[in-house]
């Protein structure tokens, strides 16, 4: 497959129509992948704000004065309550803050992001990114799938990469259950998640800081023949790392 980079976008701004300025830029075919990094579609919808909007309440003071401790750095409470008001469940809150989004995304801060932002001190992911990806996927021409990614940190690992926190066009995952392997053995677990796969892939086109090159094309990859899900957010029910944080406590 190859991938490539929508040249020459400009910085993005609230109300911008985002599959105008991708489709004025690339020939797209209906059988390609575009991935959409969460920060150009957050500025598009006007996800940007203050710390001034985040008034801190007494949960948000306490995780501030804890994560000060830890770190020996001063924290802004007024950030913790962004983070608060951007979740639904607070995983960890020492060493660092783990949440889980309104939308099932787990992450650290709620994803909120502190950089790319010029003329704010914030950036919260899009509110419903599987619905951006939808309205990106119906308004581009030829209605490729879209997918809006983000970076995270990984448990058990170094470092960063990207990640699908919205799709739309097609499905999250291929379905191998049911089908055999090369001595003929029936795969029983295996669900491969594409579209992160695809995310991470066009990280490594689109890149970190400032190479200002957020939307990837994915062209000549094929889904194939393969049963599709959606399912992408563990329930608590069988997420039984996040079962034994519930019982966790930090010590420095």
Known sequence: MELFAVPELPE???GDDLAAMIADRVDLRPDDVVCVASTVVSKAEGRAADLDEFPAGPRAKEIARNLE?????EKDPRFAQAVLEES???????????????????????GIDRS?????????????????AERIHERLPESPPVIVTDTSGRSFRHGQRA?????AGMPAS???RGETDRDGHELQVTVESVVDE????ANLVSGEGDDGTPVVVVRD???????????MFREMRGDFVRQALRDWEYEP
């Open 116 to 132: 790319n932002v010029p003329d704010h001190d914030l950036l919260l992911l899009p509110k419903r990114p599987s619905q951006s």
């Open 163 to 167: 990640v699908a926190i919205g799709w």
């Open 198 to 201: 695809l995310a991470g892939a």
């Open 88 to 110: 639904t469940d607070v995983v960890m809150e020492a060493p660092f803050v783990l949440t889980e989004t309104r939308f099932g995304h787990v992450g650290v801060n709620a």
């Open 12 to 14: 993005i701004h609230e």
């Open 221 to 231: 990859w094929a889904f194939g023949d393969h049963g599709g899900s959606d399912n």
């Open 69 to 73: 401790e830890v770190s020996g750095e």
């Open 174 to 176: 291929r379905d191998w």
